[in-house]
């Protein structure tokens, strides 16, 4: 009888701890409409990238909210904060995101939605960020933990926060294979940043350096480049529009 009742105890103990855990990989689980509020939208999808990007507030760009004033720079009339930006009131409308960059999931969440982005675009592809940059080592230690969570994509980060990514690498934190950094070169018709091998500029009276983007020939749209990803190329310079 003794017998018995303990085999019934331990089935009944088994049950319990399957459910427990079934329970707590359900909790872990994330779906689409948990991770937009974990981040504060889906991904970004503009016209012109092949693929998927994540946006932040233009009004957030440490160094960008400096150069939108100085003529001649790449920021200055930034896109990200006239046109259908401003029509739409989306640089205020975007600032709680970079808020969201603090929350502990927030990399799970990106590495959901990117993981699980379905073919309208590239998914082999991700830009960061079609407006706004980043914030601080934390914030580039969070991207770099999203890109060793899609390993099967290629991501690309230009970037205008050198110090930022200077100070990631002094403290001996590796970039991964699968992100190219591109420094951009803050003002127009100027030679590219010294200080990293992968970088960016914009053209306008001069002839570009490296190689040009030829979007502006194809209707402002990639279509198969993806030059901007492969870190064999040293410098892109986009004709200034
Ligand atoms: S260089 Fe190629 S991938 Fe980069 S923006 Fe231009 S068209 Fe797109």
Redesign the pocket.
């Given at each position: 009888m003794l017998t018995q009742i303990n085999i019934y105890n331990k089935f009944i103990s088994a049950l319990r701890e399957r459910n427990n855990s079934k329970q707590t990989k359900e909790r872990e689980k994330l779906n689409k409409i948990q991770a937009k509020e974990i981040l504060g939208s889906y991904l970004s999808c503009t016209s012109k990238m092949p693929c998927y990007s994540y946006n932040l507030s233009a009004l957030d760009c440490i160094k960008g909210s400096k150069l939108v004033n100085v003529k001649g720079s790449v920021c200055y009339g930034c896109y990200a904060l006239n046109g259908n930006y401003k029509r739409y009131n989306l640089p205020l409308k975007l600032q709680h995101k970079t808020k969201n960059i603090s929350n502990n999931d927030w990399c799970k969440a990106l590495a959901y939605l990117i993981n699980n982005q379905g073919n309208k675009k590239d998914k082999n592809f991700f830009r960061w960020h079609d407006s706004g940059d980043l914030q601080s080592v934390e914030h580039l230690k969070k991207i770099i933990e999203v890109c060793k969570m899609t390993p099967n994509v290629k991501h690309w980060l230009p970037t205008r926060e050198y110090g930022i990514v200077n100070k990631y690498i002094k403290q001996g934190d590796k970039i991964p294979k699968n992100l190219v950094i591109r420094f951009s070169a803050h003002m127009i018709d100027t030679k590219p940043p010294k200080t990293f091998f992968n970088t960016s500029t914009v053209h306008k009276d001069k002839s570009f350096i490296g190689v040009e983007?030829?979007?502006y020939k194809n209707k402002n749209e990639?279509g198969s480049?993806?030059?901007?990803w492969d870190g064999s190329i040293k410098n892109?310079s986009?004709k200034y529009h």
């Open positions: 983007c030829v979007s990639c480049c993806r030059m901007c892109i986009y």
